[in-house]
């Protein structure tokens, strides 16, 4: 919204995660960026994902927004995650998982220009229960992991919880 960041200079990737002899994944951060990466999920066996945003450019004041979502099955129990607290703030907006990132953990920040290589999650990992029946109920839908960013102009809203409703 008000073009403080246009769409080209919003960017949301991971590094590719690469099945290892033994069956893990591991990031290779040498590879080009991926907009997703797909796992073979084994009990016990955490996944590295890394969800980065980076803003190439920006032309005023704005907001910064990673929305997740997330299948029946990523609840903790089964597939889990946490995003980092000390990047980002969930805004608790109507059910959804929207957080907005912080410079101090503890407020929304204002940004004014380019930021690059924010991850989402603490850890860069998606934890996985070593129960063999619950990952055998994993699907391509209970077992997803979706995430978006979002920017918005700061000018003309009370907070970052108000632009993001007002924008998105």
Known sequence: AGKAV??????LYEHE??????????????????TENKY?????????????VEVKEANGPYYLFVEVTKGAKVDGDTL?????GSKWINLNID??????YTADGQ??????????NVTILAGNTITVSGNE????????????????AY????????????AFNECF
């Open 40 to 52: 073979i999920v084994m009990p016990g066996v955490n996944l590295p994902k890394d969800p980065t």
């Open 6 to 11: 246009a769409q080209d200079d919003l960017k």
């Open 151 to 162: 920017a918005c102009q700061a000018a003309g809203f009370t907070d970052a919880a108000d």
């Open 17 to 34: 995660a690469k099945q290892q002899a033994d069956g893990s994944y591991k990031l290779d951060k040498t590879a080009a960026t991926v």
């Open 107 to 116: 407020t929304p920040t204002i940004l004014n220009g380019a930021l690059s």
């Open 95 to 100: 059910g959804r998982e929207v957080y907005a």
């Open 80 to 84: 889990g995650y946490t995003v980092d």
């Open 133 to 148: 029946a619950k990952i055998a109920a994993l699907t391509a839908d209970n077992a997803k992991l979706t995430f978006k």
